[in-house]
Nanobody
């Protein structure tokens, strides 16, 4: 059964760190693109970081220099290391699998991803 399952969400204070994990079925893990997205209450879902099968990564501006996406091909697991967390990082975080966009890159657009986990909550307090 094709599925993705996130874990690692927690409540932390500003400046803290978390590492999110996403265990994917073998089929989904071999998708062209894997990504992390987040959605805060009342806001649209937005891309955080993406990685393809060659290890090419891309980040949203807010994630650069604070977040690191990585993958462990032996474990079919995707990770998101988040450092120096801020209250505005509070959201439900989702992993997703998708395809390259028309430029043969992994975009951070939700529309390019068709398989999603159920999410893990990250809450950052002052």
């Amino acid at each position: 059964q094709a599925q993705m399952m996130e874990s690692g969400g927690d409540s932390v204070q500003a400046g803290g760190s978390l590492r999110l994990s996403c265990l994917a079925s073998r089929y989904l893990y071999r998708s062209s693109c894997l990504g992390w997205f987040r959605q805060a209450p009342g806001k649209v879902r937005e891309g955080v970081a993406t990685i393809d099968g060659f290890g090419v990564v891309d980040y949203a501006d807010f994630a650069k220099r604070r977040f690191t996406i990585s993958r462990d091909d032996e474990k079919n697991t995707l990770y998101l290391q988040m450092n120096n967390l801020k209250p505005e990082d509070t959201a439900m975080y989702y992993c997703a699998a998708g395809t390259y966009d028309f430029t043969w890159s992994c975009s951070t657009d939700v529309i390019d991803y068709n398989s999603w986990g159920k999410g893990t909550q990250v809450t950052v307090s002052e």
